[in-house]
């Protein structure tokens, strides 16, 4: 729903046929929450880390790459900024084919996997990785810690692969699917006919297809854009627990 009210609010921004180069305008709203730590981490903590780390190297390649580059560039006389360039930290988490993502999405696949599995896989592809440690401490499960830019972090590796596995309920896609809103059936990639002529079943599993690729090509095309943009950066300094917030 929400990719859906952006394109419709970036289709409202180009005004008629519009030609050349320039396609429109667009406005890109991220809202993230910030850096978590807490006593435990898990499969959530995960995820806005690994966002964070992403908002940082975009950060890092706007404000001090491309910068020094065109200071270069113009001539200007100017001192080099020290920065801790976090690729390697990305790489350990996203790349594949051995990142810890693709990793966790491997491991999803196999009826046979559980937690340990998953911890065995991350701990036996990463273990001289200097940005991932397992710490041996008796623990109730396997926990893992990166050095992400800010801070260590520990994560509780309970819970990872059925957090990522934590698709939509069949019985609510079967009621989506047969809803007599089109908006509703494009929602979850099924065209208004679709109802009519395929089962159920079918239905559920061209849903999930669109869902999966849908979003890839959105992280790719946003990902592009990111890097072609101006950007604006607005820093909130505060300190965050599960159940307050100073700002």
């Given at each position: 729903l929400f990719d859906w009210i952006v394109e419709k609010v970036n289709d409202s921004l180009t005004a008629g046929q519009i030609k050349g180069p320039?396609?429109?305008?667009?406005?890109?709203?991220?809202?993230?929450?910030?850096?978590?730590?807490?006593?435990?981490?898990?499969?959530?903590q995960f995820c806005i880390n690994y966002a964070n780390e992403q908002l940082q190297q975009y950060f890092n390649k706007h404000i001090f790459k491309l910068e020094q580059v065109e200071y270069d560039l113009e001539g200007i006389e100017w001192q080099s900024v020290v920065f801790v360039d976090n690729a390697d930290c990305l790489d350990l988490i996203a790349k594949k084919p051995t990142g810890l993502l693709p990793l966790l999405d491997e491991e999803c696949s196999f009826p046979g996997a559980d937690d340990s599995s998953l911890f065995q896989k991350f701990e036996r592809q990463h273990k001289s990785h200097p940005y991932f440690s397992a710490p041996q401490m008796k623990q109730r499960e396997p926990v893992f810690t990166i050095s992400?830019?800010?801070?260590?972090?520990?994560?509780s590796i309970q819970g990872f692969r059925e957090k990522n596995r934590d698709l939509m309920r069949q019985d609510v896609i079967d009621v989506l699917a047969t809803s007599k809103m089109d908006l509703v059936r494009a929602l979850i990639g099924l065209p208004p006919y679709a109802v009519h002529r395929w089962h159920i079943a079918i239905l559920s599993v061209m849903a999930a297809v669109w869902?999966?690729?849908?979003?890839?090509?959105?992280?790719?095309?946003?990902e592009e854009e990111w890097m072609l943009s101006n950007p604006n950066v607005v820093t909130c300094e505060g300190k965050t627990s599960p159940t307050s917030l100073e700002s």
């Open positions: 320039h396609k429109g305008n667009t406005i890109g709203v991220l809202d993230i929450f910030g850096f978590e730590v807490f006593q435990k981490n898990s499969f959530e992400h830019y800010a801070s260590h972090v520990t994560y869902f999966r690729k849908s979003g890839e090509k959105q992280k790719e095309k946003r």
